[in-house]
């Protein structure tokens, strides 16, 4: 059974981003991997990042659950992976595989249509940066790592993975990428955001009056279906 707290807030900038090592074995991450590699039909050509959805489906017109697209019932492989540590499990799940040299574009994901995140890491390990106005922070995703987004981490902050096929990392050393999976879970939010960001908060900016397409939740372009 997969870690149930031990989450730890990540010191520094930031602020909310917790991270849990550990939060499944190595043993467990091999058979994952096999499945992966042996037994999902993947939608999109190797080369690029590929996406499998579970739970309801996002619906990027409306930013909420697709009605034409029935639940998608967590497969069991996914069931032990499924986090324990919110009221409820979550409504959307996302499988991505990221190739080497792949990478996801800085975006925030959309206020208006979810609320906490997480992401587990699966593979090799990645840089992820973070980024608020010409601040940046990269962190380092460790296989078997469940990150959890909240506050600024979550909501005003972007985060992305450059498209690349090595990470140089603080002491100089170049690390090279191997296949890396990632599964993201979204809890779908009850009631509007009201952070107030309108720079990166696709409500605060639709209360504006900005139009849909130039809205800056950006997870319309990086999680293609
Ligand atoms: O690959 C990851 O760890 C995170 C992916 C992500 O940011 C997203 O799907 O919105
Ligand atoms: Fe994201």
């Not at 499945?35 to 050509?45: S, Y």
């Not at 096929?165 to 979204?186: C, F, M, Q």
Request: include cysteine.
């Amino acid at each position: 059974m997969a870690g149930k707290s031990g989450f730890e807030e990540r010191p520094g900038l930031p602020r909310g981003l917790f991270l849990q090592n550990n939060f499944i074995s190595p043993e467990h991450e091999k058979q994952l991997v096999q499945i992966f590699l042996n037994e999902l039909k993947w939608p999109q050509q190797a080369s690029s990042r590929q996406s499998l959805h579970y739970g309801y489906t996002f619906d990027y017109k409306t930013f909420g659950v697709d009605p034409d697209i029935p639940y998608k019932e967590f497969p069991n492989w996914l069931k032990p992976l499924i986090p324990t540590t919110e009221t409820r499990p979550p409504d959307q799940v996302c499988l991505q595989y990221y190739p080497p040299g792949t990478g996801i574009p800085p975006h925030v994901d959309a206020h208006r249509a979810y609320d906490q995140l997480y992401a587990l890491s699966i593979g090799s390990p990645i840089l992820m940066q973070f980024r608020n106005g010409d601040q940046r922070v990269d962190i380092d995703l460790m296989p078997r790592g469940m990150m959890k987004m909240t506050g600024d981490a979550r909501l005003h902050w972007t985060h992305g993975i450059k498209k690349r096929k090595t990470d140089t990392l603080t002491d100089g050393t170049v690390r090279p990428r191997e296949n890396r999976w990632s599964i993201t879970y979204r809890w779908i939010r009850e009631g509007d955001c009201e952070c107030g960001n309108i720079t990166l908060c696709d409500v605060a900016q639709q209360r504006l009056g900005i139009e849909k397409e130039k809205r800056s939740a950006v997870i319309s372009s990086v999680t293609p279906l």
